[in-house]
């Protein structure tokens, strides 16, 4: 069975720095990855999604992602934040081959951004 | 835009109610979820459905069920609401086909049951 480990709880930046999120997966295959956002009181929104190809993906809101099989791991990344980023961040994973299985969530990371 | 609305923001039943959260989605969608979400504990996958009256347990199953009458309706029943169900619950569809493609979420549904 697919999983995922996002091995920060709670990462604290301050607005404008870098920020890189860390995301590793447990999979047989090569897996579909991918990063949810989920602001406070809101549902998931998909940040970007990783099938095949080139392993830099790019997302929305200046987010981009790279996956690094030899690693196990698919790391978020964005050079500058916004106080508007402030939002829990989930990586998930969904098995190869499609079907209704439904995706595999880390336990999120929650991000706080300093003024 | 695509959309997936939950019938309720917030719940507040109490222990042992009949319990019913509803979901729709706008996209024609084959494949619904329905997923809880405890603080440390991120999503964790309670049903799925890929079709008409089709269902399949995810992960945690135990004390819910579902119902899948209609292709954009996926209800989650709580026979008899207990406190360990005080959670979130979050529904989701996707379109059936090869890679697995995302999932479009709604906004959540905060149940207490007290």
């Known amino acids: 069975a697919q999983s995922v480990t996002q091995p920060d709880i709670h990462i604290t930046v301050s607005e404008g720095a870098s920020l890189e999120l860390r995301c590793n997966y447990s999979y047989g295959a090569t897996p579909y990855l991918f990063w949810y956002v989920q602001s406070p009181g809101q549902g998931l929104q998909l940040l970007l999604k990783y099938f095949s190809g080139d392993t830099l993906v790019q997302g929305i809101k200046g987010f981009e992602a790279e996956f690094k099989r030899s690693q196990s791991s698919f790391n978020l990344r964005k050079p500058s934040v916004h106080w508007s980023d402030a939002a829990e961040y989930f990586c998930?994973?969904?098995?190869w081959g499609g079907g209704a299985d439904g995706l595999t969530f880390g336990k999120g990371t929650h991000l706080i951004i300093q003024p | 835009d695509v959309k997936v609305t939950q019938s309720s923001r917030y719940l507040v039943k109490r222990t042992g109610e009949k319990v019913f959260l509803e979901c729709v989605q706008d996209m024609d969608h084959e494949n619904m979820f329905w997923y809880r979400q405890d603080p440390g504990l991120g999503l964790r996958l309670i049903y799925f459905s890929y079709d008409v009256k089709m269902k399949e347990k995810g992960d945690i199953p135990e004390g819910y069920s579902v119902s899948r009458e209609k292709k954009e309706r996926f209800s989650l029943i709580l026979e008899s609401a207990s406190t360990n169900q005080t959670s979130m619950y979050l529904c989701?569809?996707?379109?059936?086909?090869?890679?697995?493609?995302?999932?479009?979420f709604g906004q959540g549904t905060r149940l207490t049951v007290v």
């Open positions: 989701a569809s996707s379109p059936r086909g090869q890679p697995n493609t995302e999932a479009f």
């Open positions: 998930a994973v969904a098995p």
